[in-house]
């Protein structure tokens, strides 16, 4: 497995930028699918954006046009780009990785059980 820690949370106001960072050690996935989750209190994980081994990407549909992820392989750091953010991105995000390719299904991509590691999250809160 690989371990994934986060960083770059922290509380910003609605409409400003924050850029979360996930630094990857230990076995390297080399055609692995990393991807981001966030969780409220009282809610399920959900998947916000996903990005496999040749660059391309899934986003969830709250957050389309607003998150950006991307990745230094020579670095082995995953980051999400977060613009105009609102209160309801409010939530503890999580980095997550799996050494097999993304699931061939963007809905599985996009869920928990597609990833065997996971970080400890970082929090972001947005004030109104």
């Not at 930028?17 to 080399?30: H, Q, V, W």
């Not at 613009?83 to 996009?110: I, V």
């Amino acid at each position: 497995q690989v371990q994934l820690v986060e960083s770059g949370g922290g509380a910003v106001q609605a409409g400003g930028s924050l850029r979360l960072s996930c630094a990857a050690a230990g076995d390297t996935y080399t055609r692995g699918c990393m991807a981001w989750f966030r969780q409220a209190p009282g809610k399920e994980r959900e998947g916000v954006a996903v990005m496999d081994y040749d660059g391309n990407t899934d986003y969830a549909d709250s957050v389309k046009g607003r998150f950006t992820i991307s990745k230094d392989n020579a670095k082995n750091t995953l980051y999400l780009q977060i613009n105009s953010a609102k209160p309801e991105d409010t939530a503890m995000y999580y980095c997550a990785a799996d050494s097999r390719a993304c699931h061939p299904s963007a809905a599985r991509r996009l869920g928990p059980s597609a990833y065997n590691s996971w970080g400890q999250g970082t929090q972001v809160t947005v004030s109104s």
